[in-house]
């Protein structure tokens, strides 16, 4: 089974909207994080936002927030009042694990492609 | 902070060649450092978690003698393609998290990549 699923391929979206990224997770652990990477074209990914499991508050960043729904295994992504330069591809990820020594990979999902038309 | 430099951004060999890549922790140190491959158009793969002071651990299917790594130190691990093909031709991007906050909730902290093609 697929430990991380994006359905959206690619979205399209008018300038200053708002704009929601869907992500649904898999994992029996207790302890996991989830977490939004940014990527545009020139291939560097961007840390946006992170969401711990035992977070009971949904994670914000700026215009980032996380909308986390632990019992439908759920962490979509909003980016509120959209800009051209939101235009990238955007992935969920997860980091499964209890222990602290820092060797938990990161396991991503197949992305989406967010286009912001002007 | 928590820069991690990668270089070279790209690279272009001949078939046959090795290539390495290194990956370096600017303003942290990390007992591990992962090296993903990532194909046009699709998502990031892990290929191998690099260890500082031991064996790397690669995941399936991932030759262990065709890509090198070595982790000499808590800032450094480098990734050497050996004979490579063209179809070793992808982009592989290595990431860290600083050792004092290492930790299940920690993100990792991505280089810029190296975009590898094989001639």
């Known amino acids: 089974a697929q430990k991380i699923t994006q359905t959206q391929p690619g979205m399209f979206v008018q300038e200053k909207e708002a704009v929601t990224l869907d992500c649904t997770y898999d994992t029996s652990d207790q302890s996991y994080g989830l977490f939004w990477y940014k990527q545009p074209s020139s291939g560097e990914m961007i840390f946006l936002i992170y969401?711990?499991?035992?977070?009971?508050q949904n994670a914000t960043e700026g215009r980032y927030s996380l909308n986390f729904q632990k019992a439908r295994k759920s962490a979509n992504l909003v980016i509120s009042a959209s800009q051209l330069g939101d235009s990238a591809m955007y992935f969920c990820a997860m980091r499964e694990g209890i222990s602290n020594f820092g060797n938990e990979k990161l396991t991503f999902g197949t992305g989406t492609r967010l286009t912001i038309i002007p | 902070g928590a820069v991690v430099s990668q270089h070279p951004s790209r690279v272009i060999c001949k078939s046959g060649t090795s290539v390495k890549i290194e990956c370096r922790s600017l303003d942290f140190q990390a007992t591990t450092m992962f090296w993903y491959r990532q194909f046009p158009k699709q998502s990031l793969m892990l290929m191998a978690t690099s260890n500082e002071g031991s064996k790397a651990t690669y995941e399936q299917g991932v030759e262990k003698d065709k890509f090198l790594i070595n982790h000499a130190s808590l800032t450094l691990s480098t990734l050497t393609v050996t004979s490579a093909h063209p179809e070793d031709s992808s982009f592989y991007i290595c990431?860290?998290?600083?050792?004092?906050?290492?930790?299940?909730?920690?993100?990792?902290?991505f280089g810029n990549g190296t975009r590898l093609t094989v001639t």
């Open positions: 990431s860290a998290t600083p050792l004092a906050v290492s930790s299940y909730n920690s993100p990792l902290h």
């Open positions: 969401q711990g499991s035992y977070d009971e």
